[in-house]
């Protein structure tokens, strides 16, 4: 079992930053791809950004330039900087990943709580 923790959201005025960070725990070997999305208010939840194992990351456009996704897999950690901050990323923001079990195979599809992100001035 494995379970996610998101935390650092909050209210922030735009052109504000925010960092939220991901913390796994539970029964694992090591954290495999990871990723952050995000839902506004009757929208489908979306990818904000992912990163694998190695290090490789992907953001959706609209994030570019200004969020930066990063791991510390010591601390089994996943963190999501957010900068220049616009109303329209107010959003809950979830924790996604895939993990490696203790056996060695990959777990797929863990889902933190969610962590709301309100961008107003």
């Known amino acids: 079992q494995v379970q996610l923790v998101e935390s650092g959201g909050g209210l922030v005025q735009p052109g504000g930053s925010l960092r939220l960070s991901c913390a796994a725990s539970?029964?694992?070997?090591?954290?495999?791809?990871m990723g952050w999305y995000r839902q506004a208010p009757g929208k489908q939840r979306e990818l904000v950004a992912v990163i694998t194992t190695g290090g490789s990351t992907n953001y959706a456009d609209s994030v570019k330039g200004r969020f930066t996704i990063s791991r510390d897999n010591a601390k089994n950690t996943v963190y999501l900087q957010m900068n220049n901050l616009k109303p329209e990323d107010t959003a809950a923001y979830y924790c996604?990943?895939?993990?490696?079990?203790?056996?060695?195979?990959?777990?797929?599809?863990?889902w933190g709580q969610g962590t709301q992100v309100t961008v107003s001035s």
């Open positions: 539970g029964s694992f070997r090591s954290m495999s791809d």
């Open positions: 996604n990943g895939d993990f490696v079990s203790r056996g060695g195979w990959t777990i797929r599809g863990y």
